[in-house]
């Protein structure tokens, strides 16, 4: 009888310790919302500086449809250059496009984060711990009744 209860304890441990840590750091856990709210912050700071970089390049895009100076400059910019009112465009071999900064996570999510083998292992750690506890009780118990004994 002992035994099951040995093994019904170490159960409810394990459920225990898997209710308690799958809360905190589990799929839905409090440490998980807090790198999404970190991340919904950042996803916010980058859509504030794209649409700061869409209004620029509206301007810039209404600027070149309308001016002549302009379109001098951004082909200036791209190696091109005039020469006698027709643009001729430079061989230089520099990279003359950049695509920009890639949103990245702060920190990315760690996977493989299984409660349920936390959970098992700590069930059985429990069922080991009582399985000594109750053996050095017994021992202790014996003894003391050898003792006991020895002195009548």
């Known amino acids: 009888m002992i ?68 379109i001098l400059k951004e082909a200036n910019k791209l190696g091109y250059y005039p020469k006698n009112s027709i643009v001729i465009k430079t061989n230089n071999n520099k990279d003359q496009y950049s695509q920009g900064q890639i949103l990245t996570l702060q920190n990315p999510l760690s996977k493989n984060q299984n409660f349920y083998f936390i959970s098992i292992a700590i069930g059985l750690i429990y069922y080991f711990l009582s399985s000594c506890i109750i053996q050095t009780k017994k021992i202790t118990k014996s003894n003391k009744l050898a003792s006991n004994s020895s002195k009548d």
């Open 3 to 70: 035994i099951y209860k040995k093994i019904a304890m170490s159960f409810y441990s394990g459920i225990l310790s898997y209710f308690i840590i799958a809360p905190i750091f589990g799929e839905r856990g409090f440490v998980n919302y807090q790198k999404l709210d970190n991340n919904l912050t950042l996803i916010k700071n980058h859509i504030g500086k794209l649409k700061e970089i869409q209004k620029e390049l509206k301007a810039r895009y209404i600027n070149l449809q309308v001016s002549k100076s302009e």
